[in-house]
């Protein structure tokens, strides 16, 4: 499968707890971005990559929350000290960057904060 | 800041008949517009991309318009069918990241 993944699938954690979702996007796509979407609601921005360089952030994205894509590959995002309010579906989209910069998106992550 | 709405919330019709989604944006100064499919848990299955240029898009029973504009899109489905019962997201790409708005979503149920 030459599609966008992303690992683990589904996140229980508790309140306070660190966690860290994983991006692989289509070999050789070099944006990429997150979402966050939750329930009843259409995805919202986070976060953008181009190559290794993260170039756009989100008001969303608050100092709890850190992406990183170190070589320009997969992409990580950590979310310290989570909060109840954290929970949603996290959404991982890339693209070619050519013509009409179609974005493909991954089958997110799930995660609940109890 | 750029919004997107989608009407109707949600959509119930019988097998069969066709029917249009709507999508509007507030700003117009958009790279493309894309429609997305849903289904209950899952990731985003883009169903058509229409570019700014462009005026429209078709694929198999689907059709998207763009009128850029007036700020509008709809995506009509011919001949629905149980099958296409989903959540349908409309988002336009905009901004130097080229980032996707999303609307709320139109979810639709047809009933076999």
């Known amino acids: 499968d030459t599609g966008v993944s992303q690992n683990p699938r589904h996140k229980i954690t508790k309140r306070g707890q660190n966690v860290t979702f994983r991006c692989d996007p289509i070999s050789e796509h070099n944006r990429l971005y997150w979402y966050r979407q939750t329930l009843g609601q259409g995805p919202e921005f986070l976060t953008y990559?181009?190559?290794?360089?993260?170039?756009?952030k989100s008001r969303l994205l608050s100092d709890r929350f850190s992406a990183e894509r170190p070589k320009g590959s997969f992409s990580t995002l950590e979310i310290q000290r989570t909060e109840q309010g954290d929970s949603a579906m996290y959404l991982c989209a890339s693209s070619l960057g050519l013509a009409a910069y179609e974005q493909y998106f991954g089958p997110g992550t799930r995660l609940t904060v109890t | 800041k750029q919004e997107v709405t989608q009407i109707p919330a949600a959509l119930s019709v019988p097998e069969g008949e066709n029917l249009v989604l709507n999508c509007s944006f507030t700003?117009?100064?958009?790279?493309?517009l894309q429609w997305f499919r849903q289904d209950p848990g899952k990731g985003l299955t883009s169903l058509l991309l229409?570019?700014?240029?462009?005026r429209e898009q078709t694929s198999g029973r689907l059709n998207a318009s763009l009128d850029k504009s007036s700020g509008r899109s709809t995506l009509y489905i011919a001949a629905s069918q149980p099958g296409d019962s989903a959540t349908y997201l409309c988002?336009?790409?905009?901004?130097?990241?080229?980032?996707?708005?999303f609307g709320s979503g139109t979810q639709l149920t047809v009933l076999p």
């Open positions: 990559f181009q190559n290794e360089a993260q170039l756009e």
């Open positions: 988002a336009v790409s905009s901004g130097s990241a080229r980032q996707l708005t």
């Open positions: 700003d117009s100064a958009i790279y493309n």
């Open positions: 229409i570019q700014s240029s462009q």
